[in-house]
């Protein structure tokens, strides 16, 4: 497929299927070490005459992870239902506008009424919030959009650059979603009250200044590879 007669959908479907393929390697890589370490773990509890204590954790495990799974499902129906509510009633829309002038500060070559500006905003908003699963689905429709805006401006000026090269603008939002300043961590609170911490939301202030200085370092990162692209 050739820059001059694939279109920008199917620019952005090769560079997705690209990342799928590789992350299916990941994920079978992940299959083997966890395998390996499973049946490690069940060799060395029955040459040490510890299997029983092998099976006993292997079942009180399984029920962890059944009523973990459980808490969170509640938790992410919580918070996915107000995300909804903050869409149809227009808050997300609002926090849209008020905060373009820093999306156009970390992405200055996107035009302003682009659709990628929309799903980066609210990829923002819901880690914000610390509603990773709440931003996946915008990150991707994010990416698609900035890939077929890399695609529209690659097809207008001739270039060596190969074309499944992320643009600079992909690379500067993959990395603002790797840093992820958080206000309120959903999942790590959750995850503290489903095993019984005393004070689930005590992670809340080392969270926002943990995330705050990577976010803030990712942003200069991003602006000072930007501008050495740019030199």
Not at 25 to 36: E, L, T
Not at 116 to 130: D, E, P, Q, R, S
Not at 138 to 151: I, T, V
Request: aromatic share 6%; glycine share 8%.
């Amino acid at each position: 497929m050739t820059g001059k007669t694939s279109g920008p959908r199917e620019y952005t479907v090769s560079m997705t299927g690209r990342h799928l393929q590789r992350a299916e390697r990941m994920g079978s890589c992940m299959n083997y070490i966890w395998g390996i370490m499973i049946v490690v773990g069940v060799v060395y509890g029955t040459i040490t005459g510890n299997i029983d204590a092998v099976s006993d954790a292997v079942l009180s495990s399984a029920q962890e992870a059944v009523t973990l799974c459980i808490t969170m499902l509640g938790v992410m129906g919580l918070w996915m239902g107000l995300m909804e509510i903050a869409g149809d009633s227009g808050l997300i829309e609002t926090i849209s506008r008020k905060i373009q002038p820093l999306i156009h500060f970390l992405f200055p070559g996107i035009p302003k009424d682009h659709p990628a500006n929309k799903h980066i905003t609210m990829n923002c908003v819901a880690n914000f919030l610390g509603l990773g699963w709440a931003a996946t689905p915008a990150g991707l429709k994010a990416m698609e959009s900035l890939a077929e805006l890399e695609k529209e401006r690659r097809s207008g000026a001739k270039t060596s650059m190969n074309l499944n090269t992320a643009s600079n603008e992909m690379c500067t939002f993959l990395i603002l979603n790797i840093s992820s300043l958080q206000l309120i961590p959903v999942n790590v609170i959750a995850y503290r009250s489903q095993y019984g911490s005393v004070s689930p939301t005590a992670i809340v202030v080392p969270g926002i200044i943990a995330t705050a200085v990577s976010t803030a370092v990712a942003v200069v990162f991003c602006k000072v590879m930007d501008r050495k692209r740019r030199a």
